[in-house]
């Protein structure tokens, strides 16, 4: 991130559920507060880009992560989980929707000073005022611990908890990433996360490294390279090592089939993880 700013990438993620609402219906993942939050239209955001090939795929991905952490929080509910924890929030609604309020369910919102002031703002700008259920927990993952920061927000690390992380790890260091699904780990509560991952470029077949590494590069000139990713089973054993015993990894097969509708061959991409202790 540019010090000091807030994160650009997650400018870019919001205009990608806005434009899921706008241009796909929320067929995926409807969130009626993704414009409101954005204040501004996703062309304005993407510009020419806004259609491209790379873009409408993105905002699929986006979208699926989104309603997959959903999904499994409203199954954590179901056993009774009552503390949610949002890892590098960026704009997410879900704690101005939180259908789970009146049964009880805190929100933490955990994210970058920069990126959460800038959130504040966009927030009032919207005239969506914070419910009772949220607290903020400004936490930079490279220079604090996340313990130290829902600590002083009032997260119980007692109790049972689930927690979502999307679109952050590949932007910290490894140390910082395994550090925090370590913290998850070892909660006495229990605990579930969450996440998304990026198989390594060269994972990739040749013809589609290109293309890789241009995006990456447009996200190092943003300021937020692309600095962690895994190969599915290096991330598994990690998991595993961490003490993590259910693990479900969504490859980009799995996700088409369960969020698009459609059947595609398995391959290098975006994976959706969701593990518990
Ligand atoms: C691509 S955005 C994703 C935002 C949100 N989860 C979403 O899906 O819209 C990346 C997020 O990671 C956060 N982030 C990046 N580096 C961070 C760090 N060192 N500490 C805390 N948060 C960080 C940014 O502030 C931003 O909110």
Redesign the pocket.
């Known amino acids: ?1 540019q010090p000091g700013q ?2 650009r ?2 400018l ?3 205009a990608h ?1 806005a434009a899921h609402q706008v241009y796909d219906g929320g067929r995926i993942f409807a969130d009626p507060l993704a414009t409101q939050v954005l204040g501004e239209t996703p062309a304005a955001v993407f510009g020419e880009a806004l259609g491209s090939r790379a873009n409408v795929s993105m905002r699929g991905f ?1 979208a699926a ?2 309603r997959f952490a959903e999904e499994s929080l409203a199954a954590a509910v179901g056993r009774g989980v009552r503390q949610y924890v ?7 609604t879900f704690a101005h929707r939180n259908p789970f309020a009146d049964a009880g369910l805190r929100v933490f919102e ?3 000073p ?3 002031d800038w ?1 504040r703002r966009q927030l009032a700008d919207a005239g969506l005022a914070s419910p009772a259920s949220l607290t903020f927990a400004p ?6 611990t996340l313990a130290d920061g829902l600590a002083g927000a009032g997260f119980d690390a007692t109790a049972p908890a689930f927690f ?5 790890i590949v ?2 260091t490894r140390a ?1 990433a395994l550090e925090t699904l370590g913290y998850i780990a070892r909660l006495s509560g229990g605990a579930e996360v969450v996440f998304d991952y990026g198989e390594p470029v060269s994972a990739y077949p040749p013809a589609q490294r290109p293309a890789q590494a241009r995006r990456g590069a447009r996200m190092a000139a943003m300021g ?1 390279p692309w600095l962690t990713r895994f190969a599915p089973d290096e991330l598994a054993g990690l998991l595993r090592g961490l003490g993590f015993g259910e693990i479900e990894d969504l490859g980009p097969a799995a996700i088409s089939a369960r969020f698009y509708g459609v059947e595609r061959p398995d391959g290098p991409g975006g994976h959706l993880v969701r593990a518990r202790r």
Not at 164 to 168: I, K
């Open positions: 991130m807030p994160s990438t997650a870019r993620a919001a559920r986006i992560r989104s949002v890892l590098g929030a960026g704009l997410d955990v994210d970058h920069a990126t959460q959130k936490v930079d993952f490279e220079t604090q979502s992380w999307l679109g952050v932007y910290l910082a937020e």
